[in-house]
């Protein structure tokens, strides 16, 4: 479907610079806007494609919720899950769906018991009628500027052919985009369903694929925009999706030449591992490395390590023979307080100080204290003075 050039808009906000080429909307998930080359582009269609399972409705619920966010209108249409569900679900993942407005246009339970009608017609003309007066009332009423569609599948199955399936998703489409609207509409493209003729229609297409070696997302088309090529690695987990864009070293090294870039920072190393997607991370780590020391660049990597207290280790995943200088930070606990403390593990060129010292965040950012003195046990995290007596 085009992007309409000539949109009515009776949003009172919009303006034409609100059209330029530069305009963005963000999806709400980490990592997915930059795969889009900074966001979703206002008033176009964007399909939404994966397997049961895969995402679609967490990543419609980010898209949404960011909206509501900065007080756009915003319309969730459910043709698959119950509204109640929908909503136990998201207040599960923390969503805070306020402000969002719910078309649930599932079969509810009287279906099964007043479905008499089924026998006589065929379900495209008993449903499709009055589906449609219900969706054009709404966006008339509400005018949402992000409409998330939950699925077309079901609209296939309410179509008496394929011709008239496609004519009537498209003018849908156009029909909400024509009202404003930036579209996010699902598809499960199964074998029995394909789905192709909505990536035709679709000025975007997204995909979401669930593999042994893990999830990932990639955008297959975007009219209008560049974007970031490939599969990346995604993650669904307690508090939503987030996407790792899969980088190459050559987009770093572009950057690093093109903007003059004097410091570098990988934040984490675990993230840069899982937009690598198991190729060997240690190799691509040490390759980036000695570039950057060539061109005169200050690499920083953060690591996490994953115990809070407990067993030390300078870094995860053999990477700290890469660096020249280790700075770590640590979790104390002394006399029943959680405190924080800085320390050097390794200076290749010169000598450096061996204890450790306490380190605060404060408004005035990291302020560190003096060394640590009289303490055994520090980087066990749970330190004892000397000289005290047993408990
Ligand atoms: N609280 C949670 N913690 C971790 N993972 C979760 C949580 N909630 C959901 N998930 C993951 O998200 C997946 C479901 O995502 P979602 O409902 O967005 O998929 P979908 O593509 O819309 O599925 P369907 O095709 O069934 O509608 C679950 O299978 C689960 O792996
Ligand atoms: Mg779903």
Known sequence: MARSKSAETS?????????????????????????????????????????PGCGKTTLGLHFLTTGTRSKERVLYISLSEPEG?????????????????????????????????????SPSEVEQEPLTRQIVQAVERLK????????????????TDTFQYRKQVTSFLRFLVNHGATVLFTSEGTQETPDDDLKFMADGVIELAYAPEGRTLSVIKFRGSSFLP??????????????YPKIFSTKIRRDVEEQHRRIVMIDSIAG??????????TTNLHALGMYLKSVGVTLLLINETENITGEFRATDGNVSYLSDNIVFLRYLEL?????????VLKKRAGDFEKTLREIEITRYGLKVGKPLTGLRGILGGTPEIIGAKPA
């Open 85 to 121: 569900q929908l909503r136990r679900n998201a207040n599960g993942l923390g969503f805070n769906l306020e402000g969002v407005t719910f078309l649930d246009l599932g079969p509810t339970s009287e279906y099964f018991s007043k479905s008499e009608s089924y026998d006589i017609f």
């Open 272 to 281: 840069y591992a899982l937009s690598m997607r198991g190729r060997d991370l």
């Open 230 to 243: 490939g599969d990346h690695s995604m993650r669904l987990g307690a508090d939503g999706m987030a996407v």
């Open 144 to 159: 949402p500027q992000r409409v998330f569609l939950d699925s077309t599948t079901q609209f296939r199955y309410l179509s």
């Open 335 to 343: 006399d029943g307080q959680m405190r924080k403390a800085i320390g």
């Open 11 to 51: 949003d009172p906000t919009h303006t034409d610079a609100a059209d330029g080429a530069n305009h963005r909307l963000s999806t709400g998930v980490t990592g997915l806007d930059e795969v889009l080359d900074g966001g979703l582009l206002p008033r176009s269609a964007y399909l939404l494609r994966g397997g």
